[in-house]
């Protein structure tokens, strides 16, 4: 029950420390992706035979199926993804892995395992936030501009909304957080060397990231869409 109750602790810390570090960042590329989405998706419907609700449409469906769920991860493996390698490979050339080895505590359980299952819960939750300031900046954006009215592009947006784009987004979501914890885990947890190793190893995990989130976006999109 001890040990429970101490992963318990750094698995609520862990979710808390990648929620709060990246919800500015999130919120702002996520108001600005809706917004240019709108802008541009206006722009190239210069004809009058399509309804402007086409475009929250568009924007509804990118926003749900690619936007929040895999532009936003890049941003959040190099926040997230560099600072899980970053301090686990400090602690590795610092020799307090080792230290935590010596007495007793399996330190691969005790480093890891709290991220990974917090990157599993604070990805999601993260994706979620971005698709609503995504629509929320569509909406914003459109209205201020006269490229759409609000109530054309809600009608765009219920009109052919399918919840199972919802299932696709958590599905990239859960799988794109495990992989960002996992990956950056990996790099951190074998670094060998001194500060500029750690640095290496950092850089190492947001592009091995970035590079396994595309392939499974791939995937994903193939065996689902």
């Known amino acids: 029950m001890d040990k429970f109750s101490i992963y318990y602790r750094l698995f609520v810390s862990e979710v808390v420390t990648m929620i709060q570090g990246s919800l500015v960042i999130v919120t702002v590329i996520s108001v600005f992706i809706g917004a240019v989405s709108t802008l541009q998706t206006a ?5 009058s035979l399509v309804p402007k609700s086409i475009i929250g449409t568009i924007v509804s469906t990118t926003t749900l199926l690619e936007l929040s769920p895999t532009v936003l991860t890049f941003i959040l493996a190099g926040r997230i993804g560099s600072k899980i ?10 020799e307090q892995i080792d230290a935590l080895e010596v007495m007793g505590v399996n330190s691969s359980a005790y480093l890891i395992l709290p991220k990974l299952i917090a990157g599993l819960l604070a990805v999601p939750v ?3 936030a971005s ?6 900046g569509g909406l914003i954006a459109g209205d201020l501009t006269g490229s759409v009215t609000v109530t054309e592009f809600t009608m ?7 919840p199972y784009q919802v299932v696709v987004m958590y599905v990239k979501a859960f799988t794109f957080g495990f992989l960002i914890t996992s ?8 670094t ?8 290496a190893s950092a850089t190492k995990a947001v592009v091995y990231s970035c590079l396994s989130i595309v392939t499974f976006d791939y995937l994903i999109a193939q065996i689902m869409l």
């Not at 722009?43 to 004809?47: A, E």
């Not at 390698?85 to 610092?94: C, D, F, N, Y």
């Not at 765009?156 to 399918?162: F, M, N, S, V």
């Open 126 to 128: 993260l994706v979620t």
């Open 85 to 94: 390698a970053s301090e686990i490979g400090t602690m590795r050339v610092t």
């Open 183 to 190: 990956v950056s885990a990996y790099q951190g947890y074998f």
């Open 156 to 162: 765009g947006a219920q009109t052919y909304y399918d």
């Open 131 to 136: 698709a609503f300031l995504a629509h929320a």
């Open 192 to 199: 060998h060397g001194g500060a500029l190793e750690v640095g």
């Open 43 to 47: 722009y190239q419907l210069t004809t």
